[in-house]
């Protein structure tokens, strides 16, 4: 996943909404003559406030958000491409088949030959292997660590080659290539192939290995620790200067064109393509500041698509538009909350306590949510599993809440756990030190459902003597308060809200990469043994039947610990960005947005001027 990933992102979980727009000094008209049809452009417009910050084929953690991986995307091919329906689509991978053998530790993976480079170079198992080695690299645990840290690791086991890379143990034991088209994998034990193919392979992008190398200007002759390292050092240093030369060679549809910092990124068509070849010319990707500016550029016909809040919901009839209520996203909605003893106040200690976490979340109504920020488009959701699109593996909507909204039940929990209100709040010594249930709540800017929203949950918890203080702010800024896989900035939050994570590139959503120990993106230090245990179980080999236990038991039992605080989901909402408005010229928006992957895929978007 990712942050929406983050969905405000998802997390969106995440920002993640998109928006076709139209700029320039022109005023175009929402009309089958508008400027931007005829000359086949399209402008994708970003979330309220969000900027985007990661620009590279690995992203680090700082910077792993859906927004910023959809970048990628255009670029580079996927070693196996996730469908809408969670499966695999060979034919849009750069794999054609995978064999597994060896007990269920070995995957070999066929590379499809017609895919190349933009320079005309094959896509070969040494690109493959190399990218797989860069990242891994990334994820070493050493001093001084690597230049940059991938925001993946952990997931499917990845770390450093030959050494576990999850709490369950398992790793990558070796990745090499046997000829030019085939990569095998092998894994340290036994693991569940369809986890490992999502949630493992599922990651792979490669990148072009030569011309990463020689951008970084590896030497000749040079060790693979050189090798990772160097280009580990470049990515990091150029993930927002695309016109670097190693930015150059793609083997997606689209090859970066040009950006203005803060305000926009343009692609054009790689017209060396093997897939399906992109008739939009021109792709840019625009910022805008507030949800009202992009609800106004829609009011103006200045916009080809895009999308609008709960908020303007009412008015969501705009002439020459089109209202598209997209499936449900493959996404959770969730608060995180910081355990560590590190957090503001020793706020860390009272969330440690799970009755609070309890008094908590009975201070949570996920209906009220729903309207404030999905237009009543939702479902009650109420552990980490997707409500949508998992009946395959577990479905989440047939388990019922054991934290049903009730604060004055809430308060009664706390003052049965030695809580008292002082001043308002409720307080208590633990360890030695006075704590009250007192706390600042970070969210992201330029939505005014999410300022509602904020200010609405603040006074259902003061409800049970908890002081909630609403503090907005960037979501680029919110990902740098992540505490994941090492705490370095722990005593900088208390509840994080960008609203959720998209389970992707852990398309096979066991937890593992959200609340197991050590996991990158366990921003709050969770552990609970027994949810470990349960996590660890949906790694190993099993019948269908058997992994679809092991999902009931994880899930049951993430409900009732509560590694964090379920708020809702959007049954027709794709992100906090809102719902999708298509003008009558531009076509396959949101018929192509997959909900999965929560990405769009603007090759197969076509105009009709």
Known sequence: MRMRRWILGTMVASSLAFVVAGCGSSTPTATPTNPLATSSTAVVAEPPGLVLNGFAPILSVSVYSTNNSQNNFLM????IFITKQDTIDFSRSLASSIAVSNNDQTYTIQLNPKWKWSNGQPVTSADVVFSAETMAASCATTTPPPPMTYGGCGIGGLGP???????????????????PDTVVITTTKPVNPVWFEHNALGQL????AATWEAAAGVPAGASLATATTDVLTLMNNVMNQPTNAAFQVVDGPYKFYKMVPQDYWEYVPNTAYDGHMATIKHLTYQYFATAASEFSALKKGTVGAGLITAYNLPQKNIPGYNFVLPPPPFAINYIAINLSPLAPGGIGLAFQDLKVRQALQYGINENAFIKILGGGYGTPQYTPMPVAGTTSVFNAKAMPTPYAFNPAKGKALLLADGWSLQ????????????????????????????ENYAVYQQSQWALEGIKMTPVPMPFATQLTLNDGAGA??????????????????????????????????NLGDFSDPTLTQDINATYAPATPAQAYAAMTAYAARAQVVLPDLFTGSFDQLPNLGGFFENATYLHGVASNYNTV???NFPNYWTITP
């Open 76 to 79: 580079y091919k996927p070693l």
């Open 161 to 179: 080659i030959g050494q576990p890379g999850d709490s369950a143990g398992i790793g990558w034991q070796s990745v090499t290539a046997s000829g």
């Open 205 to 208: 992008m490669p990148f072009p």
């Open 423 to 450: 001043n308002g709040v409720m307080t208590k010594t633990i360890n030695g030190k006075s704590v009250a249930l007192q706390f600042n709540f970070d969210y992201s800017t330029g939505s005014p459902e999410a």
């Open 488 to 521: 370095t900035v722990a005593a900088s939050w208390a509840m994080n809200w960008w609203s959720g994570w998209y389970y992707e590139p852990d398309y096979y959503p066991t937890g593992g990469a959200l609340f197991a120990p050590g996991a990158y993106f």
């Open 597 to 599: 992957q929560a990405l």
